[in-house]
Protein backbone atom coordinates (compact mmCIF):
# COMPACT_ATOMS: atom_id res chain seq x y z
CA UNK A 1 0.00 0.00 0.00
CA UNK A 2 1.11 3.67 -0.52
CA UNK A 3 0.51 4.62 3.37
CA UNK A 4 3.60 2.82 4.20
CA UNK A 5 5.44 4.68 7.32
CA UNK A 6 9.28 4.02 7.15
CA UNK A 7 9.14 3.66 11.18
CA UNK A 8 12.89 3.63 12.90
CA UNK A 9 13.14 0.62 15.31
CA UNK A 10 10.00 -1.09 14.12
CA UNK A 11 11.16 -4.43 13.35
CA UNK A 12 12.15 -4.71 16.65
CA UNK A 13 9.04 -4.88 18.77
CA UNK A 14 6.20 -8.08 18.19
CA UNK A 15 3.28 -6.07 16.48
CA UNK A 16 0.09 -6.15 18.41
CA UNK A 17 -2.68 -6.77 15.81
CA UNK A 18 -5.78 -5.27 16.37
CA UNK A 19 -7.85 -6.92 13.51
CA UNK A 20 -10.86 -5.64 12.30
CA UNK A 21 -14.35 -7.90 12.23
CA UNK A 22 -14.62 -10.14 9.10
CA UNK A 23 -16.55 -9.05 6.77
CA UNK A 24 -14.74 -10.43 3.27
CA UNK A 25 -11.64 -12.27 1.97
CA UNK A 26 -9.23 -10.26 3.69
CA UNK A 27 -9.73 -8.03 7.47
CA UNK A 28 -7.24 -5.34 7.68
CA UNK A 29 -5.32 -5.55 10.83
CA UNK A 30 -3.46 -2.40 12.91
CA UNK A 31 -1.04 -3.00 15.51
CA UNK A 32 -1.24 -0.45 18.06
CA UNK A 33 2.14 -0.11 18.95
CA UNK A 34 3.61 1.34 15.58
CA UNK A 35 0.40 1.87 13.56
CA UNK A 36 1.32 -0.35 11.10
CA UNK A 37 -1.24 -1.72 8.59
CA UNK A 38 -1.21 -5.10 7.18
CA UNK A 39 -4.12 -7.19 5.71
CA UNK A 40 -5.28 -10.84 7.00
CA UNK A 41 -6.73 -13.30 4.86
CA UNK A 42 -9.88 -14.81 6.46
CA UNK A 43 -9.84 -18.43 6.00
CA UNK A 44 -13.57 -18.85 6.81
CA UNK A 45 -14.21 -17.03 3.95
CA UNK A 46 -11.81 -18.51 1.81
CA UNK A 47 -13.83 -21.59 2.33
CA UNK A 48 -16.93 -20.48 1.23
CA UNK A 49 -15.38 -18.80 -2.18
CA UNK A 50 -14.04 -22.60 -2.48
CA UNK A 51 -17.32 -24.35 -2.17
CA UNK A 52 -18.84 -21.73 -4.62
CA UNK A 53 -16.66 -22.62 -6.95
CA UNK A 54 -16.69 -26.43 -6.46
CA UNK A 55 -20.57 -25.95 -6.84
CA UNK A 56 -20.08 -23.95 -9.93
CA UNK A 57 -17.55 -26.64 -11.41
CA UNK A 58 -20.33 -29.47 -10.92
CA UNK A 59 -22.88 -27.33 -12.50
ZN1 LIG B 1 4.11 -2.69 15.29
Known sequence: M???VATAGAAEHV???RIE???GPVS???CKRC???KEFKNWIGETDFMTNEEHR???
Do not use: F, P
Open 35 to 37: GAE
Open 15 to 17: HHW
Open 2 to 4: ETH
Open 28 to 30: RGT
Open 57 to 59: QAA
Open 21 to 23: EAR
